[in-house]
């Protein structure tokens, strides 16, 4: 597997990178196998050095990994844009972790319930009063497409990271800098782009598609393991 070329952000630190995955909230799964590559923003939880998600017991996600179970998970948050003199070099602050691994659907109820569990503790922390049990799992079907919840699980094979921690002139979501004299342009700022990572020119909106845990009805109403994940087409 290739390492990240830019030695000067390789993030190597396993702690920074776990508590990283853990307080992170979305990641994108990249799938091959149909026409195009399929990458599609989902709520994970990073649980006993896995990456897991939920979602329908159907749909265009679990149709591709049942024969293409190779795949990427990149999680990223910009801070902010680090503004420079010279237009070209500005630059982003930012984190990114990218996993390349297995996936594979859950078939242990066991672990699907303690993952369903990790997944409610972490999206909607004291909410509900009572742990959910291997039988509400087993039971539960969705209205959607009458199946039961379908849990994910990737197993990391290799993980890259990188990392610029200094602190932001602009910081994200207040738009760039714009430099007089250089017709607006910031410079492009992307050094995160190198080896597949998120683009930093200035493109937070990825995190602005949470994958819609909570657009069936947040998990677990009434104490069943929660609603799919919206983004299975």
């Not at 509900?128 to 959607?144: F, H, L, N, Q, W």
């Not at 094979?157 to 932001?168: E, L, M, S, W, Y």
């Not at 949470?210 to 998990?219: K, Q, T």
Request: aromatic content about 8%; some cysteine.
């Amino acid at each position: 597997m290739e390492e990240v070329s830019y030695t000067a952000r390789d993030l190597r630190d396993q702690e920074q990178i776990g508590e990283f995955l853990s307080g992170s909230r979305v990641g994108v799964v990249g799938i091959s196998g149909d026409q195009y590559p399929y990458a599609v923003p989902v709520n994970y939880v990073w649980h006993d050095g896995a990456v897991y998600f939920h979602g329908m017991g159907s749909g265009k996600k679990l149709r591709l990994l049942k024969d293409n179970p190779n795949v990427s998970f990149t999680v990223f948050r910009e801070n902010g844009t680090i503004s420079d003199s010279v237009p070209c070099k500005a630059d982003t602050s930012y984190k990114s972790v990218m996993i390349f691994g297995q996936a594979e659907k859950v078939e242990d109820v066991g672990e699907a319930t303690s993952v369903l569990q990790a997944i409610l503790d972490k999206f909607t922390p004291g909410f509900y009063k009572r742990a959910i049990s291997e039988t509400m799992v087993e039971k539960y079907r969705s209205a959607m497409d009458g199946n039961a919840v379908a849990v994910i699980k990737i197993t990391p094979v290799h993980i890259t990271a990188k990392a610029n921690d200094a602190v932001p002139d602009f910081p994200a979501g207040h738009g760039h800098p714009g430099h007089p004299g250089a017709a607006g342009h910031p410079g492009h700022p992307g050094e995160m782009g190198h080896h597949g990572h998120p683009g930093a020119a200035g493109h937070p909106g990825a995190a602005g598609h949470p994958g819609h845990l909570g657009a069936s009805g947040h998990p677990g109403g009434a104490g069943h393991p929660g609603p799919p994940d919206a983004n299975d087409q």
